[in-house]
């Protein structure tokens, strides 16, 4: 699959690049940004998979975070991909911030006319990380994710169906139990239809109840003041409570802050690397 | 970047091919017909073209070679080379045209071309010959051309001659740049070092070569790169080191500099003040003289004067005399005349100068002056240095470390050592050696770089100085050979830096002037990780220690109004306990075994900090607090009473405690499932001690001196 560089900037002794491929999940031009830490250019680095929350693209974490200092010091290649497929003229993608385009929640979608195009699931669980086992100085036994949001929400799926795949998942502020809350029946409403139970195989709550063993570590960070959280839209606690019924370990910390998007502008970096040297 | 290429164009636009020489289906600036012919255009790197010589001309051309006419023609306008103008001449074709059909004109006979071209004629021809040449564009092959030019037989010559040039030029071009059209490269030849298609090998001017799969060929020009990437790297770092190393000697250059502008001025000033010396000396002594010689001339003067005096006064006496006519008289007064002139002659004129008005020489002595000349490029010798004080930790049975201090000023070659000994061979019987001492076992604390050990003096008297002696246990020796000893320890105690993962043996003497101590009983050492004691006097009262000296207990909270008897050093109300540790820099690692149900508080805190306060409520305390609620287990991480809101789904049961002096942390870790749980960043002012506190009932376990596991080091 061919890979087109977009941009590079040199960062922290390492590369901050984007790169364009055309999709055959999403059967579009996608993009992702990846961060080469210097480590990256002697041998194999783990990668961490980076999701991104509703309204972004590959850039937002890219310039907002301020992670590539933590990734160069821990020799941690970073991958970003983009929120949902682009450019495919759906009728009604653009309609609103958190339905279509740049709300892919990272499901495979079977309803019409999302089907075709937005099937973010599979693109990060397969697609994605072949393309960067090809490319990049990848190792492939080492592989974590996180992410904001939508994106926590995407993480916590991602790792909760794919047991052993990933070493480790963080979430900041991530929709928790996106089948009871306004976003996640929107989304999934849109997306898979009306049969519930399709919503559930994408609802990490519902998943961790069933998840088979405990060898998960899952930290979870979120913002006290955060809005979307006393809207009801997080629901960090049904998590926490299926959690602690089934012994998965997560360590839940409520931080004192309150912009929710920003939130971690440059701790980011400082808390992920906190868990993550775990892979 | 290409990008643009990929874009849609607005609708409105027709893409004009700038290029006069390449496009073969070349647009009319003012076209007449549309769109339809654009693809026929379009085509960026298309070499295909036609010389725009040819549309020029008509068809009633007869056979000439015009080739290096129009040659000629089109480097002297540029048409060849250069495109904007080319663009121009093509806006003002007719124009040129008719510049070109004149000067063929003149020498061809083509009586119908004499008059400037048509434009509307031309352009019919133009259209035709585009729209017969348009199929053929892809082409490479000149038979179309011929074909589709029919019309223009003499045109042909050079037309196709042109075209040959151009096809052949394209051709090359072709070669070197590989067209989508074509097969890519798929291997590797090794002897001309460039990728070819495997077709070459076979069929080619590859034959012979070597070959490889482009894949491997690829890996191994990587692996090589990446090989001397790091070289470069190292390179780099040499050189990062170097340039540092230049950086510090400029410093030093500076300095001597300094050094030696001092010492030059300082001798340059010893010697101009000698010479001012003698010189002053020695115009004083020329001045001294001169008076001499003034006042002894002055005093001659004077004498003379009297004594010219004199005779003009005997000798106007004497005339005077000469006139009396009395005979008697004259001789009454001349007797005495007489005698005053007799005696007057006896004198002795001193007419001879007292001094010479020469001076006499004076010379500067320089010979010392000289000396300090020569002595200016001469280092002073240094001045002595200072010995230190023999430090504790400084010598072993069989060699001592000897300090000492210089001063910056001196320049210093090298230095002599020399040294004697000066114990009494006679030891003195006045005092008696005294009695060993008695290490205090339980106060040892350690980790895995040093050991601070704690003893009783054992002597009624003062000792002058303690030796403590060490004995590391390597392949199970035993314990008699002393690998290093410590003299001149002043105190009970003595930090002893140790090596990570062994074992001492360690014990003390005490030394007067009778001489060393027996040795005292030996304490082991192990430096496997960091070990600790339970100080019992800041203990709260209903806090016990277990037997092993690791355990705590606390027993039923019955009546907290009564005998409760408090220590002095005690928690009065949290109920806890302080460890004791090495103070000692680094990381230290600990560990706690609770029951899901116990109520603990477990951290660190200074040694001074509020004994009636709680655990973690204050700024010299940090500890992770575990309470248990109807709902839930809760879980703190208190420091200034403060703790972050933080849940945990899984309750730990052995917990992990890392402390980390140089990265300011402290951690707390679920050793049975690897979660790190917490963190503390704090830079710790003081050296910090291992607290533990109880809210219930309980019990609590610690297990200390162990190294931190491999599965929680990464984290």
Known sequence: MALKQISSNKCFEGFQKVFEHDSIELKCKMRFGIYLPPKAEIGKCPVLYWLSGLTCTEQNFITKSGFHQAAAEHGLIVVAPDTSPRGCNIEGEDESWDFGTGAGFYVDATEEPWKTNYRMYSYIKDELPKLIKANFPADSERMSIFGHSMGGHGALILALKNPGKYKSVSAFAPICNPVQCPWGKKAFGGYLGSDLTKWEAYDATHLVKSYPDSHLDILIDQGKDDQFLSAGQLLPDNFIAACTERKIPVVFRLQQASTKKYLFGGKQGGVVCCIHPII | QSQEAGRELPSCLTFYHMDLYESKGRLEIFPEEPAGREDGALGETSKESTEPGEDFCSSDRSAYDLEKEVDELTKLYGLDEDKEIDQKLLGGNIATAGILERSYGSIYNAPKSSSPV???????????????????????????????????????????????????????????????????????????????????????????????????????????????????????????????????????????????????????????????????????????????????????????????????????????????????????????????????????????????????????????????????????????????????????????????????????????????????????????????????????????????????????????????????????????????????????????????????????????????????????????????????????????????????????????????????????????????????????????????????????????????????????????????????????????????????????????????????????????????????????????????????????????????PTSITLL
């Open chain 2, 118 to 708: 048509n434009g509307s004629q031309r352009k019919e021809h133009m259209e035709t010959t585009e729209e017969q040449e348009l199929p053929g564009k892809d082409s490479q092959d000149e038979s179309q051309h011929l074909h589709n030019a029919k019309a223009y037989d003499e045109l042909h010559n050079h037309a196709s001659s042109k075209e040959e040039l151009r096809s052949d030029d394209r051709q090359a071009e072709q070669s070197i740049q590989p067209n989508s059209e074509e097969e890519a490269a798929d291997i590797y030849c090794a002897t001309c070092k460039i990728p070819i298609r495997a077709f070459d090998k076979l069929f080619g001017d590859h034959k012979d070569h070597e070959v490889t799969q482009l894949a491997n060929a690829v890996e191994s020009a990587k692996e090589e790169i990446q090989k001397n990437m790091c070289k470069l790297e190292e390179q780099v770092t040499e050189m990062e080191n170097f340039a540092g190393h230049l950086e510090e000697i400029f410093i030093t250059v500076e300095e001597n500099f300094g050094r030696q502008e001092q010492n030059f001025e300082m001798h340059y000033n010893e010697v101009m003040q000698t010479l001012t010396q003698r010189y002053e000396e020695k115009v004083e002594g020329l001045g001294e003289e001169k008076k001499q010689k003034l006042e002894a001339l002055y005093g001659q003067l004077v004498s003379c004067g009297e004594n010219l005096d004199t005779c003009k006064e005997l000798m106007e006496t004497i005339q005077e005399l000469c006139k009396d006519k009395e005979k008697a008289d004259f001789i009454k007064a001349a007797v005495p005349v007489v005698d005053r002139l007799r005696e007057f002659l006896k004198k002795d004129m001193d007419l001879v100068l007292s001094t010479s008005p020469d001076f006499e020489d004076r010379v500067i002595d320089f010979s010392d002056v000289q000396q300090l000349m020569d002595s200016i490029n001469t280092i002073a010798a240094p001045s002595a240095p200072v010995i230190n004080p023999q430090a504790p930790n400084s010598a072993t049975g069989t060699s001592v470390r000897v300090c000492w201090g210089l001063f910056s000023d001196d320049t210093v070659e090298f230095y002599q050592l020399y040294y004697k000994q000066v114990s009494d061979d006679t030891p003195s019987e006045a005092q008696a050696a005294p009695s060993p001492p008695i290490i205090k076992r339980k106060e040892s604390r350690s980790c895995e770089n040093a050991a601070l050990v704690c003893w009783e003096s054992g002597n009624m008297n003062p000792v002058d100085s303690y030796t403590v002696e060490l004995s590391k246990l390597t392949n199970g020796e035993n314990g008699d050979i002393i690998t290093e000893s410590i003299v001149g320890i002043p105190n009970c105690e003595a930090l002893i830096q140790l090596e990570p993962g062994q074992s001492y043996v360690i014990s003390v003497r005490a030394v007067n002037m009778g001489g060393p101590s027996e040795r005292s009983e030996p304490v082991s050492i192990h430096t496997t990780g960091t070990y600790f004691y339970l100080n019992e006097d800041t203990a709260h009262p209903l806090l016990s220690v277990l037997e092993d000296g690791l355990t705590i207990a606390c027993s039923e909270i019955e009546n907290l109004e009564c005998d409760l008897s408090f220590r002095d050093n005690g928690f009065t109300r949290c109920i806890a306990i302080l460890g004791t540790m090495i103070p000692f820099q680094g990381k230290h690692y600990w560990e706690v075994e609770v029951d899901e149900n116990m109520e603990y508080r477990v951290g660190v805190a200074f040694e001074n900090t509020h004994r009636h306060g709680y655990l973690g409520a204050n700024s010299s305390s940090w500890c992770m607090r575990h309470i248990v609620t109807p709902a839930r287990h809760k879980y703190e991480f208190l420091h200034s009473g403060t703790t972050p809101d933080i849940r945990i789904t899984i309750p730990p049961k052995r917990i992990g405690i890392l402390l980390d002096y140089n990265n300011w942390k402290l951690s707390f870790f679920n050793l049975d499932i690897a979660q790190h749980l917490y963190t503390f960043n704090s830079h710790f002012q003081h050296y910090v001690h291992p607290c533990f506190a109880l809210e219930k009932p309980g019990v609590l376990r610690i297990h200390n001196g162990i190294a931190m």
